[in-house]
């Protein structure tokens, strides 16, 4: 008979993983290198000593505020040197915390805060108005508590004050809680483009056991990390976490600007960032990377997207240092990463299973493909969330139990893998265009697209069709100062393709609608193309 139990998310072990939380980390750095910088964000900079007393002194005001252990306390701010001190406050409260996506529309910030069920919500001066606003829209949200990071107002209490008594000290005898492996962590809304986004659940053991990968590719107590995406993409933290808690420095930019960046590079003398790939095209055009020097840079991470092929024949060519292609989701289970330099031959992959990942490619009838076939990638790894807040219909919906009996995490992307175990990511499996009955994926196209040198971007979508149920449609971008024909890019591209792949129409465009960490969003880029004549349409 069929098991029919529910499925419950089983993480593979890491042998000889030693846990360790990230506030009790935060104290050891600030007994062992008090004077070390710990965070920076222009002429500010706080060291381990100040990081770790301020972070306390807040945690210990959001418990007398109400955070209980393991509840919830969401940030919606944009000002990340406070941000990070608030994150770190939480988790050392024994609470659980969750960053809001502060590009969100009003009407679904409020929906997500409201399913957090937070006590305590911080916001920085730019979301205030709107943080209160929502709370008074929802009557269970009446008493939560409003906490200001780089501001004072009437009904709200500020939360990041040397002045505040540490843990213990107002008399009352509270002390931080010891936290165990399964307490929460964080709660990570996901970055969907219809509906309600989901809030994906970390505990302190899954972000312990991400630690092994980043430290065996070269992040350490000497690291000097550069961010500059949002602190609510888990892109921005997992770079963010693995730094503190090796005791390394952590270097904000809140807004991308490109000469910032090389020079933050150049005089710090950077030795790890974390990008995204539409980050890395900017800079490849930008006439000051020639002029810096960015040879401090040990370790590129890059994450949310697939790069192209020609990108990384740029980065092999022209970037210094190691360059390490992250391929995951933030639910964890599936996960693989490419060491470009290591591997240039492989580049059109995005590497082999991370540490202790196991990945299968599973048929339309979940059945595993043969070696080089095309299929779902599923996966198991150490590092697997604990579940959709609130929502286990959602998190066992998202699991399959194979033949075998593994239980695995359904990633919804298509990929094949070659007989040396490098895995190819064509497609998302909602995304694949099916036209004329043949399944068509999208990234091949691009690839083929990409090839002209008169293009910096490009997207493909299928368009509704009557003749082909759905026909391939592309938005490109030209590199600055291109002049070539838009029909001659796509008959380039159509030339190399077979006959049942080729691009009906190409849209030329000034930018890709793309979310606040890169990645292209196909359906706004359907409306963008849907009701507009094309530059370029197949040539019969």
């Given at each position: 008979?069929?098991?029919?139990?529910?499925?419950?998310?089983?993480?593979?072990?890491?042998?000889?993983?030693?846990?360790?939380?990230?506030?009790?980390?935060?104290?050891?750095?600030?007994?062992?290198?008090?004077?070390?910088?710990?965070?920076?964000?222009?002429?500010?900079?706080?060291?381990?000593?100040?990081?770790?007393?301020?972070?306390?002194?807040?945690?210990?005001?959001?418990?007398?505020?109400?955070?209980?252990?393991?509840?919830?306390?969401?940030?919606?701010?944009?000002?990340?040197?406070?941000?990070?001190?608030a994150y770190l406050a939480g988790l050392a409260a024994g609470g659980c915390v969750a960053p809001m996506p502060v590009t969100a529309a009003d009407a679904t910030l409020a929906t997500m805060i409201a399913d957090a069920g937070a006590p305590c919500v911080v916001a920085s001066a730019s979301q205030k108005d709107r943080v209160e606003a929502i709370l008074a829209s929802k009557p269970g949200l009446a008493?939560?508590?409003?906490?200001?990071?780089?501001?004072?107002?009437?009904?709200?209490?500020?939360?990041?004050?040397?002045?505040?008594?540490?843990?213990?000290?107002?008399?009352?005898?509270?002390?931080?809680?010891?936290?165990?492996?399964?307490?929460?962590?964080?709660?990570?809304?996901?970055?969907?483009?219809?509906?309600?986004?989901?809030?994906?659940?970390?505990?302190?053991?899954?972000?312990?056991?991400?630690?092994?990968?980043?430290?065996?590719?070269?992040?350490?107590?000497?690291?000097?990390?550069?961010?500059?995406?949002?602190?609510?993409?888990?892109?921005?933290?997992?770079?963010?976490?693995?730094?503190?808690?090796?005791?390394?420095?952590?270097?904000?930019?809140?807004?991308?600007?490109?000469?910032?960046?090389?020079?933050?590079?150049?005089?710090?003398?950077?030795?790890?960032?974390?990008?995204?790939?539409?980050?890395?095209?900017?800079?490849?055009?930008?006439?000051?990377?020639?002029?810096?020097?960015?040879?401090?840079?040990?370790?590129?991470?890059?994450?949310?997207?697939?790069?192209?092929?020609?990108?990384?024949?740029?980065?092999?060519?022209?970037?210094?240092?190691?360059?390490?292609?992250?391929?995951?989701?933030?639910?964890?289970?599936?996960?693989?990463?490419?060491?470009?330099?290591?591997?240039?031959?492989?580049?059109?992959?995005?590497?082999?299973?991370?540490?202790?990942?196991?990945?299968?490619?599973?048929?339309?009838?979940?059945?595993?493909?043969?070696?080089?076939?095309?299929?779902?990638?599923?996966?198991?790894?150490?590092?697997?969330?604990?579940?959709?807040?609130?929502?286990?219909?959602?998190?066992?919906?998202?699991?399959?139990?194979?033949?075998?009996?593994?239980?695995?995490?359904?990633?919804?992307?298509?990929?094949?893998?070659?007989?040396?175990?490098?895995?190819?990511?064509?497609?998302?499996?909602?995304?694949?265009?099916?036209?004329?009955?043949?399944?068509?994926?999208?990234?091949?196209?691009?690839?083929?697209?990409?090839?002209?040198?008169?293009?910096?971007?490009?997207?493909?979508?299928?368009?509704?069709?009557?003749?082909?149920?759905?026909?391939?449609?592309?938005?490109?971008?030209?590199?600055?100062?291109?002049?070539?024909?838009?029909?001659?890019?796509?008959?380039?591209?159509?030339?190399?393709?077979?006959?049942?792949?080729?691009?009906?129409?190409?849209?030329?465009?000034?930018?890709?609608?793309?979310?606040?960490?890169?990645?292209?969003?196909?359906?706004?880029?359907?409306?963008?193309?849907?009701?507009?004549?094309?530059?370029?349409?197949?040539?019969?």
């Amino acid at each position: 008979m069929p098991d029919t139990a529910p499925l419950t998310i089983q993480p593979l072990p890491l042998p000889e993983h030693e846990f360790r939380t990230l506030p009790g980390r935060m104290r050891r750095h600030a007994a062992e290198r008090p004077d070390h910088p710990a965070l920076r964000e222009g002429e500010r900079m706080l060291t381990w000593a100040q990081t770790c007393a301020l972070a306390e002194r807040a945690a210990a005001l959001m418990i007398r505020k109400g955070l209980t252990r393991r509840a919830v306390v969401s940030i919606v701010a944009d000002t990340p040197l406070d941000y990070c001190v608030a994150y770190l406050a939480g988790l050392a409260a024994g609470g659980c915390v969750a960053p809001m996506p502060v590009t969100a529309a009003d009407a679904t910030l409020a929906t997500m805060i409201a399913d957090a069920g937070a006590p305590c919500v911080v916001a920085s001066a730019s979301q205030k108005d709107r943080v209160e606003a929502i709370l008074a829209s929802k009557p269970g949200l009446a008493n939560v508590a409003k906490l200001a990071l780089d501001f004072e107002a009437e009904g709200w209490t500020k939360l990041l004050d040397m002045d505040l008594p540490a843990p213990g000290e107002d008399g009352s005898g509270g002390e931080l809680p010891e936290i165990e492996p399964e307490d929460l962590f964080n709660i990570i809304y996901s970055s969907g483009t219809t509906g309600i986004p989901k809030g994906i659940v970390h505990t302190h053991l899954f972000r312990s056991r991400q630690m092994p990968r980043f430290t065996a590719n070269g992040v350490s107590p000497d690291s000097r990390t550069l961010l500059t995406t949002p602190l609510y993409s888990n892109t921005t933290l997992v770079a963010m976490i693995a730094t503190l808690a090796e005791g390394g420095t952590v270097t904000f930019l809140p807004k991308w600007d490109t000469p910032t960046w090389l020079g933050l590079v150049e005089s710090q003398k950077i030795t790890c960032c974390m990008l995204v790939p539409v980050l890395i095209q900017r800079l490849f055009k930008a006439e000051e990377l020639a002029k810096t020097d960015i040879s401090s840079l040990e370790l590129t991470i890059c994450t949310s997207s697939p790069l192209a092929a020609a990108t990384k024949n740029e980065i092999i060519a022209r970037w210094p240092g190691r360059f390490i292609e992250l391929y995951g989701l933030t639910e964890g289970g599936v996960s693989a990463m490419l060491d470009l330099k290591a591997f240039p031959d492989k580049s059109g992959s995005v590497g082999q299973p991370a540490l202790g990942s196991d990945l299968v490619l599973l048929d339309d009838d979940d059945r595993p493909v043969p070696q080089g076939e095309v299929g779902e990638v599923v996966g198991r790894s150490p590092a697997m969330m604990a579940g959709y807040h609130g929502r286990d219909d959602l998190t066992e919906k998202a699991l399959l139990r194979l033949e075998d009996g593994r239980v695995v995490f359904r990633s919804g992307d298509l990929g094949r893998i070659d007989e040396d175990g490098f895995l190819y990511i064509v497609g998302r499996k909602k995304d694949m265009i099916i036209s004329g009955g043949f399944n068509i994926y999208a990234t091949d196209l691009e690839e083929a697209l990409h090839a002209h040198p008169d293009v910096q971007e490009v997207g493909v979508v299928g368009a509704p069709s009557e003749a082909w149920g759905e026909t391939p449609v592309a938005g490109v971008v030209l590199r600055p100062g291109a002049s070539a024909d838009a029909q001659a890019i796509l008959d380039g591209a159509n030339a190399n393709l077979g006959k049942t792949q080729r691009v009906s129409a190409l849209h030329v465009l000034d930018a890709l609608p793309r979310n606040a960490v890169g990645k292209v969003l196909k359906p706004d880029l359907l409306a963008a193309v849907k009701d507009r004549a094309p530059d370029a349409v197949m040539s019969r």
